[in-house]
């Protein structure tokens, strides 16, 4: 995991890594009978990561796409969000269209920037969230195409922003979902099986309303 990415996954004031990821991630291992460790690095090398097994799962709001399904294989999915055009109150984007021309803060790997660009998009690169959505404050991009949970979570800490968000559903509903190695499916129906129990017993949605403020671990 990315471990800058809250509340997904970053660091407290005391250096302890903290966030909705890093709960789930203990419970299903817990399940598991298993001992987490917890490897951080940049999203663009978090699929590389997986390819050199340099660790077994990325649990880091990974969307389930066609294309990352040719090489890996993914658990049962553990968020379920719309997406969000962001940029700068007054800005002329209100829908997917109108992203043609226009430059779109994102990291180059990413779900969002493969949208973005088929939208006729510029990318702007950029290695995180909280960078993008910097990079259109500061006027240097002129939008952020990412998830509404990402939003949500970023808002709430900063309510002064002069940011806005309008939900677009040119891409449908955005998914997270452990991702692993294509050698790793019998891990992966252990890591769903895992979060199955809970789902059903609870933690899940109580770890959602903590971390989010909202359940959104249902479709």
């Given amino acids: 995991m990315e471990g800058g990415f809250a509340p997904f996954s970053f660091r407290t004031k005391s250096g302890k890594l903290s966030g909705f990821e890093v709960a789930l991630a203990k419970d299903v291992a817990k399940q598991l009978k298993l001992k987490p460790v917890f490897v951080q690095t940049k999203f663009d090398s978090l699929i590389s990561g997986l390819d050199t097994k340099k660790y077994d799962v990325v649990y880091n709001d990974m969307s389930i796409t066609s294309e990352r399904q040719k090489a890996y294989t993914f658990g049962r999915e553990y968020l ?9 109150k007054g800005s002329d984007i209100k829908t997917y269209a109108d992203l043609k021309g226009k430059r779109a803060a994102e990291t180059t790997s990413s779900n969002f920037s493969q949208a ?3 939208a006729g998009a510029q990318i702007v690169d950029a290695p ?14 002129d939008v952020v195409l990412n998830s509404q949970d ?24 955005t998914t997270a979902a452990p991702m692993l190695n ?7 129906k252990k890591i769903s099986q895992a979060q199955r129990k809970l789902e059903k017993d609870g933690t ?10 909202a359940d959104l671990t249902k479709k």
């Fill in 80 to 88: 379920f969000t719309k997406s969000v055009l962001i940029t700068k």
């Fill in 116 to 118: 973005a660009k088929k």
């Fill in 128 to 141: 995180g969230f909280a960078e993008q959505l910097e990079l259109v404050a500061n006027g240097k991009a």
């Fill in 150 to 173: 990402s939003w949500t979570a970023y808002k709430k800490v900063h309510p002064e922003t002069n940011l806005q968000a309008t939900v677009t559903n040119a891409l449908g509903q």
């Fill in 182 to 188: 294509k050698h790793n499916n019998q891990l992966a």
């Fill in 204 to 213: 899940m949605k109580q770890l959602s309303e903590k971390y989010f403020g």
